[in-house]
């Protein structure tokens, strides 16, 4: 038999009480709100349900305890969605935590289970 490549997937999700309140999804949906200053538009590139998208980020922002996006209403200047400065701040501190947990766990992944 051959032997295969073992390889190692990290997610990492951050719960409130018994509440999952923030994870790999949320982050790429607020980068992408950021990127694209919308949350609709967010929601579609990523073929996510904006009222799915509500839920997610209402679940975040009770369980976080402040607002990830404040956003305006349309109208003849067009709504749009941007981070709050505490989404902003939480969304890279839980990107610097996710670099820094899977760049250690490669590492003793690798020395336990070899390469």
Not at 2 to 15: G, N, P, S, V
Not at 82 to 100: D, I, M, N, V, W
Request: proline share 3%; with cysteine.
């Amino acid at each position: 038999m051959d032997a295969k490549q073992l390889r190692l997937a990290l997610t990492l999700r951050i719960f409130s009480d018994e509440e999952k309140c923030f994870g790999p999804g949320l982050a790429l949906l607020l980068e992408r709100v950021d990127q694209l200053q919308s949350l609709r538009q967010a929601t579609l590139s990523m073929e996510m349900a904006y009222s799915k998208a509500w839920r997610v980020l209402k679940a975040a922002e009770r369980g976080l305890g402040f607002p990830l996006l404040e956003s305006t209403t349309g109208g003849k200047g067009g709504g749009g969605a941007t981070l709050t400065p505490e989404g902003r701040r939480f969304l890279q501190s839980y990107r610097r935590f996710e670099q820094a947990v899977r760049d250690y766990a490669d590492e003793v992944f690798l020395e336990i289970m070899g390469g």
